[in-house]
């Protein structure tokens, strides 16, 4: 009894876990298509150059403010959207703690 307790806690962390990168990676995808909104429509605006109230207009569902994350201990993460694509960092280096950096997991997959 005790081993498949284990077994199902082990399970569950795994699967929180995979929730909260696709999650994440959810968010990076909808500010990737905010940023590729933005630049069809100012062609010569720099993506190094945005600001988020450039962006928030042009995300999905018109939230009001760019998407925010937790990492696996909680921490939270900043969005850099100031990089194509855009990635959630923590202490100014790319957050991504599963195997692939393009595995759709912390990141915004496979271009």
Do not use: C
């Not at 720099?46 to 937790?70: E, H, V």
Request: charged content about 20%; hydrophobic content about 35%.
């Amino acid at each position: 009894m005790l081993s498949l307790s284990t077994v199902v806690i082990v399970s569950i962390s795994s699967l929180n876990e995979w929730k909260l990168g696709r999650s994440s990676a959810e968010s990076l995808k909808e500010v990737y298509l905010s940023q590729k909104s933005y630049l069809a429509d100012h062609p010569s605006d720099s993506f190094a150059d945005f600001d988020a109230d450039d962006l928030i207009p042009y995300l999905p569902n018109r939230p009001g403010a760019m998407p925010t994350a937790l990492g696996l201990e909680e921490e939270s993460l900043t969005l850099n959207f100031n990089l194509m694509p855009p990635q959630f960092q923590l202490s100014g280096t790319a957050y991504d703690p599963s195997d692939s950096p393009s595995d759709g997991l912390w990141d915004v997959g496979s271009l």
